[in-house]
Structure formats: C-alpha cells, structure tokens
C-alpha cells in the first residue's frame, strides 16, 4: 500500500508540472504580455482604446456569430424535429448529410463553396453566363456568401443538441396534452417546444462561439469580401509583425467566446431534464401524412444543394487543367492535380508527412496522459484534482488562434519552437481535454468494488491496473485517440499561426495554395482530404457502433 | 576492405574525370561542367528565397550539376515569412541560412543592419549596375523585377495607363459591366506576405501619399496574398485589373494566358532583387561559389527565359522589355524602408482593413 501512495504522488507531481508548462504558462504570458506588452506598458490596451478598427472587428465577428446562429436555429431545429418526429422517409440518411459539412475541415468547406459560387469562374456563374445571363448571379465574397457557408458548418450543433432532446423526451408528457384535447400544433406549441427550448438555447450558443472563433471560413471568404474579423486579423497581425496588436485582438475574442460558453454552461450544461426518465422509449412519431413525399422532397433537396453538390463540384474541379479552360472538352481535364500534390510539389508532400506525424503522436501522448489524469480526477482523492481537470479544459475552451497566440508568446524563445516539434506540442495542449473528458467517462463506469477486489485478493495496484482498469476504459482511449487524430490531421486555426516555415500541416500546404491562387493544386489536396476525412469518420462509426453493443 | 574502398575511390574519381573531360571537351567551354575546383567544394547549403519556387529549383539544379559535391536546400517563401524564419534562427543564435535571396532590398538591408551578412563581392560585380549594389558590399542584385500594372485582354478594352487611372472613377466606370461598380475591379498584393508588394506601396505612398490607398479602398479594391495570386485572379477573371510583377505576366503571356500589362507612366518601383551571404555561413566557399553562380551568364540567361530582367548588363533582357532606364520610375530610398518596413504594412492594413 506504500507504494501505491508514493507512485500516485509522483504521478501527480508529474502531471502538474506538465499542466502548468504546457497551459498555464502560456496563458499567464498572454496576460502578462496583454499588461506589459513589446511596445510598453499597456499598448495592447491603448490599441482596443484608440484604434477604431479594433471595434470594426470586434463588431464584424459579434454580427456575423449572431446571424449565423439565427440561421442554425431556423434550418437545425425544423430538420431535428423531422428527423426524429416524424416518419420522413430516409431519416438515417438525412442525419449523415446534415453532419457531412460538419466533419470536414471549414476550410475545405470554404473551398468547396469557392469553386461553386466564385464570380466568374464559379460554376454557377457560368451555367447562368451559359444561359444567357450576364455579370455574376452569385457572389461566394460576400457577406451573405460567408453567412451561408458558415451556417451550412454550424447548424449541426443546433441540429444536434435538439435531436437528442427530443429523442430523450418522455411521450407521456406530450400524450396527457393531447388527451387533454390539444390538437397537434398547440401540444408542439405547450409541451415540446418549451421542453427543448433548453436545448435550442444550448445548441445556439455553441453555434455562436464556433462562430467567432473560426478562421477557415472568413480567412478564405471574409477576406476577399473585405468583411474582417478578430480571428483572420489576428493572423494577419502577427505578419506585419505586430504581437500587442494581436494580443489585444485575442483578448476581445477570449471575452466574447468565453462569455458566451459561460452562458451556456451556467444554464444548460448541468441540468439534466426532469424529462428523462431511463426508460428507452421512443417518443411518438408525427405520421407526415399526404405532405410526406413534399416534405421529403424539399429536405433531401436542401442537403443534396447545401451538402453533396458543393462536394461533388469539388472533386470535380480537382480534375480541371486550369479554371478558365473550357468544361466540355475532354482536355480540359487531368490527373496532374492529384500528382502534383500528392507526389511532386515538396511543400505538399512535405505537409502530409507532417500532419500525419503530429496528429499520430499528439493524440498518442493525449490519450496516455490524458488516460493518467482521468485516473487521478476520478479514482483518487489528491490535492488539486479539480483545478487539474479544470486546467486540461481551457485551451479548447479558448479560440483556437488565441491559443496559438500564447504558444507563440510563450516557447517563441525555446528550442523546440521553429521545429516541426512545436505542432504535436500545440495539438497536444489544444486537445488535451478531449483525452480527459473521454476516459473520464469510461472510468466512471467501473466501480470501485472491482478494483477492491481486486486488491483483497492479494493483486497488487500495477497488477489491477493492468487486469481490471485498463480492459474495461480501454475502448475508452481507442475513442480518445481517434478523436484527437481526426482534427488534428487536417488542423488549421493552431497550425496556421505556430507552424515552422519549413514544416507546413495539410491545412496550412492548402491555404497557403488557395492565397497564392494555385487553385486547381488546392481543390486536389481539399479534396483528398475530404475524402481521407469522410473515410475515417465511417470507419469511426462503425467501431463506436461496436463499442456500443459491447455496453462501454 | 580497406584496399576495396580505395580502388573504388580511385575509380569514382576517375570516372567523374573522365565524366568531366568528356562533357567540357564536347560543348567547348570549360564553365559548364565541374572540373577539379568545382568538385573540390563540398557539404550543404541552404538557400532561402522569395523567388518563384520552379526557378530556384531549377537553379539549385544547375548548380548541383556543375558542383556535384555541394547539395543546395532549398527554402522558398513569401519575403515576409522568409523573414520570420531567419529572425526566428537569429534570435535563436542557431542561423541555417546559408544565401537568401529576397524581393527587396529593404528586408536585406534590414539584415545587413543586424550585422549578419557577409561583406562578399562575386565574380562578375563589375557586370551589374552601381546603384543596384550595396556600397559596402554586403548584397548585390541578381534580377530586376517591377510592379506593374496588369490586366486581362479579353475583358479589359481600355486598359490603364498610370496608377491614378486605378483611383479614377471616371475611369472605373469606363469598364464593362459588372465591375464598373463592383468590388474586386483591382487587385493588388499584400505587403504583409510580399516584399515587393512592400517596395510598391511605399513607393506609392512617398508619390501619392496614403490618401492614394483611402481612396482605393474606396473604389473596391481588393487585396490579395500574393503577386501570383493577383496574376492568376486576373487570368481567371475574377480581378479584371491588378497590380503584379512584371515578368510573371511575361511568362503567363508566353504561355498563352488572356493578359497583358503596362509599366505606368507616372513610374513604378524598379526592384533589385538582392543576393546576400549569411556571415554564420558554415560553407562560406561553397556559399560564394553559389553567389558567383547567380550571377553567371548561365543563370542570368536563364531567368531571361523566365521574363525576368537580369542584374547584368551584358544579358539581352526578354523581348519586348524596355531597358531599365526607359521604364518610368519611382526611385525610393531603400535604406528608410528597411526602418520603416513594420510601418508601412501596418499603415497599409489599417487602411485597407
């Protein structure tokens, strides 16, 4: 028993250590660096108050967040509640299209949108210059055009949140109504809808944090539309080199994101609703009646535009010789695209090794430490356990480019920086809570009795570590690594602002083509990783399909 | 063993002089191919760039061919990230860098200024002009290269003449429709990514003054990352007019691509192009050798073939390219820029921002 109290101590030290280096450092350095800044003491500050840009921005983004979130709201919930309520023909269907934008990368969700909708060259403008029509009918860099890409991407959260709402309702609450005598829009109007209101609120507020913190989007889109926001112009800050600036804008971000998650947590996060009762039954489902084949008709007709035909003209265009190259002859297509990118061009071929290196050997290490701290937060009482957790959790809380910010401030002197190290190590503190939160959820599920008896019957720690605790959380870890390798492989928010120059991610290699106008070369690299993205998430739910069965 | 490796040694080298007497006996000239000096240099060199990356490639190539004994790795990146990369490696006291070859001469002064460089004057100096050396020999020009003004043929019927035009609205709404009132009519690169674009706007803001750029920000124009980008953004018709540099649309015109371009006629800004060595050079003869190499005939012909206006008067320009001293210019005091380089950009992305 000795032992096991000083490994554990050990253990422990350990994992602070590597808590307060890798994330509470960083941090504290933002906020330093926010007090006493490059340029002296306060500028950063000096720049929110006197720089009137600074609340262009800042308004850009909060503008932007709230009419993306309206959006969601109104296309996530209607297509939850057909999903889940109705008997629409093809539901499993519909809720892969709906998720399908979400699992890609923005970027190449941007990208798609790019080659669709681009004035001129886009394939929209020119079916509509090829039937007489002049000058451009859509316009991708617009405000609306970064609306609706952002929407499409988003919506999902709302979709989401609220399809398990419903899902979980109890039915009794909804037959007592109608029994009462409430025909079907009052008893949508009394009982459901203030029972996912809850959820519709929740889903929305995620929908507005993914909102302000993404970069893919207004970077590619929101740039050529003039329409800035705090994300890209941090970024661009940092190139002129002008840190407080960037820092600054961080802060705002920070504030405004942060804020929001405040909300939703405070509210939302923790209630569980009197309505779930454990009992698996299904609630009762609306027959669609003789709108059905309508209904169906309008719902797979919006996924096929919003989802499968930007997807579809991608891949398309990642076969074309040039843009402007006549689409009915045959020779204006190629395979050189693929080739170059995949086998010929150094910096691509250089960012495939890259990203898989560092997705492969930041979500080992997160799943492994974040498997150890897990252990700690649930299975002991050690000092501390609960700001650890709490510590794991902040950096994916922060935007993205906020916390590539503080990387910068805080290792930009070490030798692991300019390295392709400094990209696991930055994917390592951005994910890191998805390793915890995971295997949290597995090792709350074992009782503590198994591992007493266990030791009663003579094993010691290591050895119930080892025969109990690690068969039962470790479906629990496969899924951890799984969900850090997925992001992680095509990352751009972090990437884009920490990446050594000579060691470009995938996500990076392609924005980087999409800026110097290689277009062709960027629509194959979009679309190869669309696909290897596409592929894995399948594979994935087949496995967590399998978990499932198996009760973990 | 020992006696395996020698024989094998000696039949390396014979090979590589007979390879050499062989390919020197058969052109005639003795330049092209590696003789005893050139094998004599060895080890590696790292190149870092903002050049177009199939042009240093194929230079780094050519050089590999006439010193087989000397690897060149190649770093090619817009100026300013070039820039970040070598800062970061000074700052750190471990500098990779062997020769960089930027846009600009202010990010090279601005590094001469740090005390990095290595004073080094190659072979053929005396071939490139005056003022497109540092006095105390720290960098020399190896191509001239011009912001110009661009423009695709088949949309653009009356292109423009100067830069005003670009600001003119009366000349704006002599476009065909949609961009006689539509956004993106112009593009220009970015000076937080491009050297060049850097050398531009200042240039024009010392002529214009930054009321130039309030008001093109007004017309609708748009920026884009790279020079590139604005050239291909023209070909494609999304940006019917742009700025770019002068021998990319050279080489697109070559290749047959709907686009042509003025040098304007209240002048642009003529950039030479500088080569320096890193002073911490770990190589210093292969280095130099390098240097002496940009600057050969060979090379300077070679980027001929490219479009773009060599450093050495005595290599034809590309056809149809007026000599520097007809092209209307903007001279600019390289030395202030290199201060003021943080500055411009920063005033540039406040305005267009």
């Not at chain 1, 329409?227 to 971000?253: G, N, W």
């Not at chain 1, 910010?405 to 030798?415: E, G, N, R």
């Not at chain 2, 105390?136 to 005003?164: C, E, H, S």
Request: aromatic residues 12%; hydrophobic residues 45%.
């Amino acid at each position: 028993m000795e032992r096991k109290i000083t490994f554990t101590q050990a253990m422990w030290l350990l994992s602070l250590l590597v808590l307060l280096i890798t994330i509470a450092y960083p941090l504290a350095v933002l906020i330093y660096k926010s007090l006493f800044g490059e340029r002296g003491f306060g500028y950063a500050y000096k720049v929110i108050a006197s720089d009137p840009n600074t609340w262009v921005y800042t308004f850009n983004t909060v503008k932007l967040a709230v009419i993306v979130t309206f959006f969601a709201v109104i296309i996530g919930v209607p297509l939850a509640f057909l999903v889940v309520r109705t008997n629409l023909p093809g539901r499993k269907v519909v809720r892969f299209l709906a998720v399908l934008p979400f699992i890609l990368p923005p970027y190449v969700s941007a990208i798609a949108w790019i080659q669709l909708a681009a004035p001129y060259v886009g394939y929209i403008n020119r079916i509509w210059n090829g039937l007489g029509g002049s000058g451009n009918l859509v316009n991708i860099y617009s405000f609306p055009g970064l609306v609706l890409v952002m929407t499409l991407k988003f919506y999902v959260y709302v979709f989401l949140t609220v399809a398990a709402a419903l899902e979980q309702m109890d039915p009794s609450l909804e037959e007592a109504a109608r029994m009462s005598g409430s025909g079907p829009f009052k008893v949508a109007k009394d009982v459901t809808i203030p029972l996912v209101m809850p959820s519709i609120a929740s889903g929305a507020l995620l929908a507005f944090v993914a909102t302000c913190a993404n970069f893919g989007i207004p970077a590619l889109i929101g740039d050529r539309a003039r329409y800035y926001v705090l994300t890209t112009r941090i970024y661009s800050t940092l190139s002129i080199p002008d840190i407080d600036r960037a820092i600054a804008y961080s802060l705002i971000l920070v504030i405004i994101t942060g804020f929001a998650l405040l909300i939703q947590k405070r509210s939302f996060g923790r209630k569980r609703y009197t309505t779930l009762t454990g009992k698996t039954v299904r609630p009762a489902v609306i027959a669609l009646g003789r709108r059905k084949g309508l209904v169906a008709l309008f719902v797979f007709l919006f996924l096929a535009l919003t989802s499968v035909i930007p997807l579809l003209s991608l891949f398309f265009s990642a076969f074309l010789k040039n843009l402007y190259s006549p689409l009915t002859s045959l020779s204006s297509f190629t395979l050189n695209n693929f080739k170059f990118v995949l086998l010929e061009d150094e910096t691509t071929t250089a960012a495939l090794k890259t990203s898989v290196f560092s997705a492969f050997t930041a979500s080992t290490i997160v799943t492994l430490f974040g498997a150890l701290l897990a252990y700690m937060i649930v299975k002991t009482n050690v000092k501390g356990r609960l700001f650890m957790d709490w510590l794991s959790s902040v950096p994916y809380a922060l935007p993205g480019t906020v916390v590539g910010v503080a990387i910068i401030l805080a290792f930009i002197k070490t030798p692991i920086f300019n390295t392709l190290w400094i990209i696991p190590f930055a994917y390592f503190i951005r994910y890191l809570s998805y390793g915890v939160r995971t295997t949290v959820g597995s090792l709350l599920q074992i009782d503590k009795t198994l591992e007493e008896a266990s030791l009663m019957c003579g094993a010691n720690w290591l050895t119930t570590m080892k025969n109990i605790v690690l068969p039962l959380i470790k479906p629990g870890l496969i899924a951890a690594w799984i969900l850090v390798f997925m992001p992680t492989l095509s990352e751009l928010t972090v990437s884009i602002i920490i990446y050594p120059p000579n060691h470009p991610t995938i996500g990076v290699a392609t924005y980087n083509l999409m800026e110097e106008g290689q277009y062709t070369a960027a629509y194959a690299l979009s679309a190869v990783v669309a696909v290897v993205v596409i592929l894995v998430q399948l594979a994935v739910n087949r496995i967590t399909g399998k978990m499932g069965a198996r009760g973990l | 063993m020992k006696k395996l490796f020698v024989s094998l040694l000696i039949f390396v080298l014979a090979l590589g002089l007979a390879g050499s007497g062989c390919i020197s006996g058969g052109s005639g000239t003795s330049t092209s191919s590696p003789s005893g000096s050139e094998t004599q240099i060895r080890g590696t060199i790292h190149f870092y760039t903002s050049i177009p990356k199939d042009i240093a490639i194929k230079i780094a190539d050519e050089f590999q061919k006439k010193y087989p004994n000397v690897k060149v790795e190649v770093y090619r990146s817009g100026a300013s990230k070039v820039m970040t990369k070598l800062d970061a490696e000074i700052e750190s006291g471990k500098i990779i860098a062997d020769v960089v070859w930027l846009a600009d001469p202010g990010n090279t002064i601005y590094l001469k200024n740090k005390g990095v460089l290595m004073k080094y004057t190659p072979k053929d100096a005396d071939k490139v002009p005056n003022f497109a050396k540092d006095p105390d020999g720290y960098w020399i020009a190896g191509r001239f290269i011009a912001p110009v003004i661009a423009y695709n043929t088949k949309i653009i019927q009356n292109p423009p003449k100067k830069w005003t035009d670009l600001i003119d609205p009366n000349y704006r709404s002599s476009l065909p429709s949609p961009w006689n009132n539509a956004e993106g009519w112009v593009a220009v690169p970015n000076p937080l990514y491009s050297g060049a674009a850097t050398a531009w706007v200042y240039g024009i803001s010392q002529k214009y003054g930054w009321d130039y750029f309030k008001k093109a920000r007004s017309m609708g124009i748009v920026v884009l990352k790279s020079n590139g980008a604005v050239k291909n953004a023209i070909i494609e018709g999304q940006d019917p007019i742009g700025v770019t540099l002068d021998y990319m649309v050279r080489q697109s015109m070559e290749d047959g691509a709907p686009i042509n371009y003025v040098y304007p006629e209240d002048g642009t800004v003529v950039i030479p192009s500088p080569i320096a060595i890193m002073k911490t050079t770990k190589n210093p003869a292969a280095a130099k050798a390098f240097v002496d190499f940009l600057l050969s005939k060979d090379v300077q012909e070679l980027l001929v073939q490219y479009g773009i206006i060599p450093a050495r008067t005595d290599v034809t320009p590309p056809k149809g390219t007026p000599s520097i001293e007809n092209i209307p210019q903007i001279k600019i005091d390289w030395e202030k820029l290199s201060s003021q380089l943080e500055d411009v950009r920063n005033q540039f992305s406040q305005i267009m921002g």
